[in-house]
């Protein structure tokens, strides 16, 4: 399984998931709504494999860049907008955590509606 197909599975596994391609990678949505998740690969050239998350805000953003830099990162362009970058690419990747993160990012953009009615 490839990297992509792990966070593909993850990603659709969130309720009302949905992919489609914007800006040449996989985003993940929620069905007629928010973005939750987009799948980065040597983006611009940058040479890192990661998924893209949201965040509460800058005060998280800044917390996981300063606690763990060698995994979190600010992502061009979207980092302003809360966004978090998680590294895929250095070979112990912690998938949990990648699903924590992901499910976490649904939460962020799911409607106060649509996570009571799935419980988060």
């Known amino acids: 399984m490839t990297v992509l197909d792990r966070v593909r599975a993850l990603c659709l596994a ?4 949905v992919e489609k391609v914007s800006h040449g990678m996989p985003v993940f949505f929620i069905e007629k709504g928010r ?3 987009w799948y980065s690969e040597n983006h611009h050239g940058n040479g890192i494999t990661a ?3 949201k965040t509460g805000g800058a005060d998280e953003q800044a ?3 300063e606690a763990e830099p060698a995994l979190f990162y600010r992502p061009p362009y979207m980092a ?6 998680m ?3 250095t070979g112990d990747t912690d998938w ?3 699903e924590g993160r ?3 990012s649904w939460a962020y953009a799911a409607t106060p509606r649509l996570r009571e009615q799935f419980g988060r």
């Open 102 to 104: 992901i499910e976490q």
């Open 63 to 65: 917390m996981l860049v």
């Open 35 to 37: 973005t939750f998740a």
């Open 80 to 85: 302003p907008s809360g966004w978090i970058g």
């Open 14 to 17: 969130q309720p009302r998931a």
């Open 51 to 53: 998924v893209l998350v």
């Open 96 to 98: 949990e955590r990648v």
């Open 87 to 89: 590294r895929l690419d």
